[in-house]
């Protein structure tokens, strides 16, 4: 790919219409195609300079000679599932692979499209559950990287022609978000651009372990994005056995920052609890989430822990993980169950990229590390 070749130009998937505008200004290139551009890039998503058919066909020449687009170099590969979810398999620019999913609503929703998407190559969190943590950090993802993998997937939903659209992003995906606020934030804002792809911020999730400065920057950003909190034990013991980020950062303290962070109008925080058997589903610890959670507006996310031989944890039997949820239920609280979608492409959230190196379509341990 020559746009791999030269990393340091600017990558336009990753600039706001200011900043767009400002680099052409730079240029000598009149503000009103910086704007062009921005659709072109952004609204139309398109992936090829080309197709920007109102451009003159010597700026498009400066552009593909003095910018590049940024984000994914090459997809690796796209595979639907039987559920109707496809996993995406995207390399970088540096070669790097990373997984994003797409996966239907349900019902009647089914026409309307998640995007699970990963925020870091790798993550250094390093969740005792977590085939991603297991696997360790590579790097952060770009702004233009984080971006695209919303662009491809609207792209590729074009291309399928049967109605189906993007309507939520779920920050998901390889990576803990929160400690990429650098590049997460930007991304966001120009998903919620008007004049880009227009998503609705409360269609947007960001889904964090608890990175207490990283909460505090997105609730002050201004952009209202949903929160969903890994939280995974109610206890601060507890959950220091699985996340011991929670050593630096106390539950209570995530507690408290929740209760802080700005919700609009009927919105309310995901709490995640991906339940492992014999380890945090009992009904103590059902009991335990509803205290914490007292007063904090609130959705619960039973998650059945998928599993992985890397992982020491086991999920627990379909009839426990629907018991635990009636607890949560009775006392009045939303809560919803999360039966992994894609599966037989190992799909799930929180297996992505790690179990591709693992497990390919026919053999096993394929891909190297990097
Ligand atoms: N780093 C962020 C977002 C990526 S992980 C976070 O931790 O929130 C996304 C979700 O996948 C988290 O809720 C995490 O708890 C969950 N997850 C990770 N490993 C899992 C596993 N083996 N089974 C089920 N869910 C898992
Ligand atoms: Fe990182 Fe999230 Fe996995 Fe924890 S659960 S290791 S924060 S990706």
């Known amino acids: ?21 400002a680099l052409f200004a730079e240029k000598g290139i009149p503000a009103f195609r910086g704007k062009q551009v921005f659709h072109w890039v952004q609204k139309k998503g398109v992936r090829d300079f080309e197709a920007m058919r109102n451009l003159p066909k010597e700026l498009r020449a400066r552009l593909a000679e003095e910018t590049r687009f940024g984000g994914i170099a090459e997809t690796i590969a796209e595979k639907p599932s039987a559920d109707g979810s496809v996993k995406f398999l995207f390399a970088l620019d540096d070669g790097k692979k990373i997984e994003s999913v797409l996966m239907p609503g349900s019902g009647a929703d089914a026409d309307k499209m998640t995007l699970c998407v990963s925020s870091q190559v790798g993550c250094a969190v390093d969740c005792k559950f977590c085939v991603t943590g297991k696997n360790g950090f590579f790097r952060q993802m770009t702004t233009a990287e984080i971006v695209d993998q919303a662009l491809y997937a609207r792209h590729y939903l074009a291309r399928q022609n049967d109605g189906r659209l993007l309507r939520n992003i779920v920050f998901m995906g390889m990576g803990e978000p929160l400690l990429n606020t650098e590049n997460v934030i930007p991304a966001i804002r120009l998903m919620i651009d008007h004049e880009g792809m227009d998503l609705s911020p409360r269609r947007i999730t960001v889904s964090t372990s608890g990175i207490l400065p990283g909460l505090d920057e997105l609730a ?151």
């Open 220 to 370: 002050q950003s201004g952009m209202n994005a949903m929160l969903a909190i890994s939280l995974n034990a109610p206890t601060q013991e507890e959950r220091e056995v699985i996340m011991p980020i929670t050593r630096k950062y106390p539950l209570a303290d995530l507690m408290e920052a929740c209760r802080r962070y700005p919700l609009r109008g009927g919105a309310r925080i995901t709490f995640e609890y991906v339940l492992m058997a014999g380890f945090n589903d009992s009904r103590r610890h059902a009991r335990e989430i509803i205290r914490l959670v007292h007063g904090i507006p609130t959705k619960i996310n039973v998650i059945p822990f998928n599993p992985d031989p890397a992982l020491p944890y086991q999920r627990p039997t379909d009839e426990a993980v629907l018991e635990f949820a009636e607890v949560i239920r009775a006392a009045n609280l939303t809560c919803s169950i999360r039966w992994s979608k894609a599966l037989d492409v190992s799909g799930a959230c929180g297996q992505l990229a790690g179990q591709y190196r693992q497990k390919t379509s026919g053999g096993y341990v394929v891909l190297p590390r990097e």
């Open 1 to 21: 790919m020559t746009e791999s070749l030269q990393p340091f130009q600017p990558a336009l998937r990753g600039l706001s219409q200011e900043a767009l505008c």
